[in-house]
């Protein structure tokens, strides 16, 4: 710590009133001792790190601190504020603010020293003496945790000695009778519990929780906790047998639980990283009763790095929406990349490239032919993954890594007797069910440790296959083969009312899970190309860049309607919009939802009905105006892009121009309210 703190890094009369103020009245001290090297950099770092989850916490104290590039050497300023700056945390302001500069690549050695800060701060002696510090190089030492100067002892004349040993001494009466020895009372067997705690940086809160579990149990008595601290400069695992001998598990986290399977089949109290600071003995509490109870858990279905799933809280249909969009979120990769290479290959080497012979067989480098096979067989094979990601996913934000296996073999089933996507959706629910419901069994200790790498993935393999082949597989391809014929008998108003209703979809959320439903159920049609298939694809990604360009065109033909944030927003939303992003508009739409979302819904509509009528068709799944020529009818599909976009621009001027509260001001003199004030709205950030 000597290094990383200094008296010219330390400000015992902090006078800034907010939060912002005291990281650059802090970092400024950083700059000026060269430990930072961009100010404005450097605090754009702080605040992405605060906007992830506030930094302040119960007892005075505020703890901002990253990681940046802009970072020269570990460093750590304190500032000392009179009247207490709000950090967020629920107790109130904070007196007590430490910065903690990390460098982008800071080693171990430096997060140790960095963490022994986050565990001084659960002393109370500590905090007391850092109020009431007046010298600014003691403070420094003081939180360095230099050992302080011995004082000398003033010289006393010394005094008689003793009395020798060999000196009778009185006695008063016969000596008494030694009592009998009794054997101490054998000690209490003391409640085990293995905590894992982690932030998003992994520099303070990570080991402020670790340090604030242990020191409950030490308070306890009988309860000792032993934590693995998972910062992001990487772990160190407790060992198997720590793990094996503990009575319960509490999870403090922030960011999901790596390797969590390993505390499976005990009682698990799962909780963010504040609550481990704030109220570990209420923690310890909670996992003691559900130990008493006997109430165990997997320790997998509670979190997957796609989402937290697995909350009480959480209805059935918040759950299922989550699995689905843990299912559609790995599967987009392997469409963008499959899709986009076959329509490569379609569009060099024609639409007959699909009966090219394999290019392991027959490729001649000279050819142009042949590159298009290889684009079109390498994009075939990227593309036949699509159903079994999607169901493995599924499975795998159900039941986390033991629902995997079932999950892929059920989506390869589903290939096999042609029940396509839809097999797919089921498949994976089946694999995540049928892991879920093996998890609950309570097994013998000795068998737990080959419960996720043999006995699951055996026992929910055979269950998912004999499901998927023989009780509900044809049922289910059946639905496909008749939705697939409905898709291609498709013409006139029905098409158009498909059209209609795929656009309401995907402008409704702007990229959420109704847009990420209608554009799943466009790529599902994909995985066999059929007539109507194409022109559903064509339907969903025309109408799914119409709300940013919209939005766009709207800040260029009447800016004054829009803050000066929007309007920079619409710069960017052009190309977003081309490239079909429809996220391109999700600012617009947080700023005013009752406005910007209806219109967009209007224009989408309108472009997925005339697409339709059109019988324009697309083979990529993604690229927007940069796949143009992969599309049928190319002239008429960028006609039915801009007749909704216009729709949806008109729509949303016309609404924002009747706000009886809009100001005139902004671009061109004139602005809402917001604008005036030179303030920024305040819009969420997305999950």
């Given at each position: ?302 979190a997957t790095p796609v989402d937290r799933a697995g909350y009480a809280g959480d209805g059935y249909g918040t759950k299922l929406r989550k699995w ?208 109507g298939s194409l022109k559903v694809m064509a339907a969903v990604m025309a109408a799914g860049m119409v709300p940013p360009l919209a939005m766009a ?135």
């Amino acid at each position: 710590m000597s290094e990383m703190i200094t008296a010219d890094l330390v400000d015992l009369d902090l006078s800034a009133d907010t939060k912002e103020a005291a990281a650059r009245a802090l970092a400024e001290r950083m700059i000026a001792q060269g430990r930072v090297t961009d100010l404005d950099g450097f605090l754009a770092d702080v605040a992405a790190r605060e906007a992830q989850m506030p930094t302040g916490l119960d007892g005075g104290i505020g703890i901002p601190h990253c990681r940046s590039e802009h970072v020269t050497e570990p460093t750590l300023a304190f500032g000392r504020s009179a009247d207490g700056i709000d950090f967020g945390a629920p107790d109130g302001p904070a007196d007590l603010i430490f910065l903690i500069a990390a460098p982008a690549g800071a080693d171990d050695a430096h997060l140790t020293i960095l963490s022994s800060l986050a565990r001084q701060l659960m002393d109370e002696d500590f905090k007391a003496a850092l109020r009431t510090a007046t010298d600014a190089g003691a403070t420094a030492a003081l939180i360095r945790g230099d050992e302080p100067e011995p004082t000398p002892e003033p010289e006393s004349t010394p005094e008689p000695s003793a009395e020798p040993e060999s000196r009778p001494k009185p006695t008063t009466g016969p000596e008494p009778t030694p009592e009998p020895e009794t054997a101490p009372a054998a000690p209490a067997a003391k409640f085990k519990i293995v905590a894992v705690t982690s932030c998003p940086t992994g520099i303070a809160h990570t080991y402020m929780a670790a340090e604030s579990l242990e020191k409950a149990g030490r308070d306890a008595g009988d309860v000792e906790v032993v934590v693995e601290t998972q910062g992001s400069a990487g772990f160190t695992r407790l060992a198997p047998e720590v793990i094996a001998g503990a009575d319960g598990v509490i999870f403090a986290h922030d960011v999901p639980v790596r390797e969590k399977d390993r505390f499976a089949g005990k009682p698990t109290v799962d909780v963010g990283v504040k609550a481990g600071i704030n109220r570990p003995a209420e923690l310890i509490g909670e996992v003691r009763d559900k130990a008493a109870r006997g109430e165990t858990t997997s320790g997998a279905a509670s979190a997957t790095p796609v989402d937290r799933a697995g909350y009480a809280g959480d209805g059935y249909g918040t759950k299922l929406r989550k699995w689905l969009m843990s299912g559609v979120s790995y599967m987009v990769p392997f469409v963008a990349a499959g899709g986009l290479l076959i329509a490569l290959g379609f569009a060099i080497g024609g639409y007959t490239i699909n009966k090219a012979p394999s290019v392991a067989e027959h490729f001649v480098w000279t050819q142009t032919d042949s590159w298009a096979a290889l684009l079109f067989q390498v994009g075939s094979v990227a593309f036949a993954f699509l159903v079994p990601v999607l169901a493995g996913f599924i499975a795998y934000g159900m039941a986390d890594r033991p629902g995997l296996v079932p999950g892929f073999v059920g989506g390869s089933i589903a290939l096999t007797i042609n029940a396509g996507f839809l097999g797919g959706l089921a498949a994976g629910l089946i694999a995540g069910g049928v892991v879920m419901a093996i998890q609950k069994v309570n097994v013998p200790p000795v068998l737990r440790g080959i419960m996720p790498v043999v006995v699951i993935p055996l026992i929910s393999s055979a269950v998912v296959g004999f499901l998927m082949f023989l009780v509900i597989g044809k049922p289910i391809a059946s639905l496909q083969r008749a939705l697939t014929d409905w898709l291609n008998s498709l013409s006139g108003a029905n098409a158009i009312i498909l059209g209609i209703i795929l656009g309401l979809m995907m402008c409704f959320d702007l990229g959420g899970p109704l847009n990420k439903v209608a554009y799943a159920f466009a790529v599902g049609g994909l995985a066999n190309p059929t007539e109507g298939s194409l022109k559903v694809m064509a339907a969903v990604m025309a109408a799914g860049m119409v709300p940013p360009l919209a939005m766009a065109l709207a800040t260029t033909v009447r800016g004054r309607l829009f803050t000066k944030t929007e309007r920079e927003n619409g710069k960017a939303a052009w190309v977003l919009g081309a490239s079909f992003i429809t996220e391109g508009a999700i600012p617009f739409a947080a700023a005013d939802p009752l406005r910007v979302i209806p219109a967009s819904m209007a224009g989408g509509a309108v472009t997925g009905a005339l697409s339709m009528a059109f019988g324009c068709t697309l083979r990529a799944p993604h690229g927007g105006i940069f796949v143009v020529p992969l599309i049928g009818n190319p002239f008429l599909y960028l006609i039915a892009v801009a007749a909704g976009v216009c729709v949806s621009t008109a729509l949303v001027v016309i609404l924002k121009g009747m706000r009886k509260s809009a100001p005139e001001g902004g671009a061109d003199g004139a602005g809402d309210a917001t604008a005036q004030k030179g303030e920024e709205p305040k819009i969420p950030v997305a999950a």
